[in-house]
């Protein structure tokens, strides 16, 4: 049974940093690709940033260009997103999730996490 879960969620102000990780178990997690969507409030869930299975490729929304980064562990079967210079509009339920291959598409991944709460304030 393939599990995702996110972790690393908050409050923080505006201007600053959380880092998200996305623990992978039932599934051989070096072989796939994985991404970060969020989902605010009354909005649909956007692409935030995916990287290849073997790290050498990664994409990212550019409302985060610049500001956030993904990366992993294969070793450890973990997803990370470090997120810098955070604002308002970030706030949201991140998730992490799976898939075959590099996608901006959610319809594209398979398994996902349960998500977890990062609000900026103001």
């Known amino acids: 049974q393939v599990q995702l879960v996110e972790s690393g969620g908050g409050l923080v102000q505006a201007g600053g940093s959380l880092r998200l990780s996305c623990a992978v178990s039932?599934?051989?997690?070096?072989?796939?690709?994985v991404g970060w969507f969020r989902q605010a409030s009354g909005k649909e869930r956007e692409f935030v940033a995916a990287?290849?299975?073997?790290?050498?490729?990664?994409y990212y929304a550019d409302s985060v260009k610049g500001r956030f980064t993904i990366s992993r562990d294969n070793a450890k079967n973990t997803l990370y997103l470090q997120m810098n210079s955070l604002k308002p509009e970030d706030t949201a339920v991140y998730y992490c999730?799976?898939?075959?291959?590099?996608?901006?598409?959610?319809?594209?991944?398979?398994?996902w996490g349960q998500g977890t709460q990062v609000t900026v304030s103001s």
């Open positions: 999730a799976t898939d075959s291959a590099l996608s901006t598409f959610s319809t594209d991944y398979d398994y």
């Open positions: 039932g599934r051989t997690f070096s072989r796939y690709a």
């Open positions: 990287i290849r299975w073997s790290g050498s490729s990664r």
